[in-house]
């Protein structure tokens, strides 16, 4: 019942989504990758095009792990962009 979706081995910087009780077996969907931004941290925005790279300072309107897409505010600008996370201090919006 649980073949496809029981883990084998936590990946590296995960962390619990929910309570999981002494001796169950741990599901993919119970775990997920830490976050390495934090929800009002300052961080670098990068705009990324042909040719082109533009960096801004911003804020993260949520937490979120490496390679997720979260919501970040410019403080020159004060517009609100979509942008992958790629270091615990630097996000990447592509144009």
């Given at each position: 019942?649980y ?10 910087n995960?962390?619990?989504?929910r ?5 169950s ?14 929800k009002?941290?300052?961080v670098?925005?990068?705009f ?7 960096a ?8 979120g792990?490496?390679g ?7 403080d ?7 942008a992958?996370?790629?270091t ?7 144009i």
């Amino acid at each position: 019942r649980y073949f496809d979706k029981a883990l084998t081995y936590l990946p590296n910087n995960s962390v619990a989504s929910r309570s999981i009780a002494k001796g169950s077996v741990i599901q993919y969907n119970y775990v997920k990758q830490k976050a390495i931004i934090e929800k009002n941290q300052n961080v670098d925005i990068v705009f990324l095009g042909k040719g082109v790279q533009i960096a801004l300072k911003g804020k993260a309107l949520k937490e979120g792990a490496k390679g997720e897409v979260i919501p970040v505010r410019s403080d020159k600008y004060n517009k609100t962009y979509s942008a992958k996370v790629e270091t615990n201090s630097k996000v990447t919006v592509r144009i």
